[in-house]
């Protein structure tokens, strides 16, 4: 059963073959004898899980089924679930237990799907490898044959390692410069950032308001489809969310691609990207030309700005956001502070991690007085322009394809010491959340037996037709189908 898709386990449930209770205490056995060599989970919910499968199954006998009731799923830790535990992978969470439910985990919880617990992340969100999480690295499954310890991507490494493991058939996570993009890259699984404001983010532990976005991750488009059902939509909680129609994401999946016309941008295929990266990106679009796609070339002349212009912008909104982690509501408290000023400054010091505390440093200095015109409007500015150029692009084709990562995932250890060669691994995927447009991650191939993602870029709200390109490609390639020895 760990080897099938949700649309199939869904069917599974629906035709009796197997209940809800049996397919999640398999789903938990498989988590406790395998997680040891991933730590892909901080949260497991045995108790509870096996409890919302009792219900599910006795829905399913009352007829009162929707294609998720007694499936299932993880959360990522950056979503506040009542009365389990939510990290946010950092000591400053590591006892918080929230009195209520993110409006994502609502909605899951309303569908009747069975959470098995919450993954592993980075700290607050910060990071590109799921290395600075307090509760310890996650490691790919992949690589793992050959005795290598390899990273998973960030920041929700956890929900794609535990995917990819194959302990778990979906999970959620939230994409703030690449975070369920790049994760979903380099573990060889399915993964979608939609619109900013398509997806609720009440109930999401913020680290930058203006660019997260949470979105599924899973096995197959068809999957991820099923998911977006579930989580876009209009949340009157989230002053940030679009009222805007949700069309059945599953409804348009086998459409045919004849006349998708597909641009791809030159400043994406540079020399940050390694030759034989490029050739199984280049090989999968000839599978779309395939199918009756037509490609051209396109620019997208700002792009070599958004990294600088993110690693202001994200920063700053960090910096702002943490600033309520002080000690005195909730979260972790220094011992015996002396003062005020020392419980702050103890807490603060004590709580965060080296990264979150580089973001906030960076952050704080690009909003302080003399320096805000310089470097925060600065960098609004060439967000804006970095919007136009996707504006543009998408007046002359319909999807943009690229890579998402520069390379294959990378060893453990390898960039934590150099912080600037670790965020240039977002070069692909930072200005899609600038611009706040939709882009997901499909299994490509593979590099020296490792995953490789190409990407899938569209215009606003074209969900839809991101997940039907990705479905297609599904139906004439078996690589979202590998799995890790």
Known sequence: MHNKSVAELSRE????????????????????REDSQYNSFITVSDE??????????????AG?????????FAHKDIFCTNGVGTSCGSKMLENFVPPYDATVVEKFKQAGAVCLGKTNMDEFAMGSSNESSFFGAVTNPWGLSKGEKRVPGGSSGGSAAAIAARLVPAATGTDTGGSIRQPSALCGITGLKPTYGRVSRYGIIAFASSLDQAGPMARTAEDAALMMNVMAGFDPKDSTCIDREVPDYTATLSEPLKGLKIGLPKEYFSDQLSPVME?????????YEKMGATVKEVSLPNA?????????IAPAEASANLSRFDGVRYGYRCADPKDLMDMYTRTRAEGFGNEVKRRI?????????GYFDAYYLKAQKVRRLIQQDFINAFKEVDVLMSPVTPSPAFIQGEKTTDPVSMYLEDVFTIAINLAGIPAMSVPA????????????????FSEARLLNAAHQFQQVTDWHQREPQ
Not at 64 to 72: E, H, I, R, S
Not at 445 to 460: A, H, N, R, S, T
């Open 13 to 32: 449930l629906e035709s009796g073959t197997i209940s809800s209770v049996e397919l999640t205490q398999q789903f938990l056995d498989r988590i406790k």
């Open 304 to 312: 070599r700005l958004a990294i600088a212009a993110y690693y202001v």
């Open 279 to 287: 050739e199984q990106v280049r090989n999968a679009v000839r599978e």
């Open 48 to 61: 509870q899980a096996l409890t919302e499968a009792k219900t599910a199954d006795e829905m399913r006998a």
């Open 445 to 460: 191939g593979f590099v020296d037996g490792l995953p490789v993602g190409l990407q899938i870029i569209g215009d606003y």
């Open 64 to 72: 009162k089924a929707t294609a998720w009731t007694g499936v299932p």
């Open 361 to 369: 440093l960076v952050g704080s200095y690009a909003l302080s007085a």
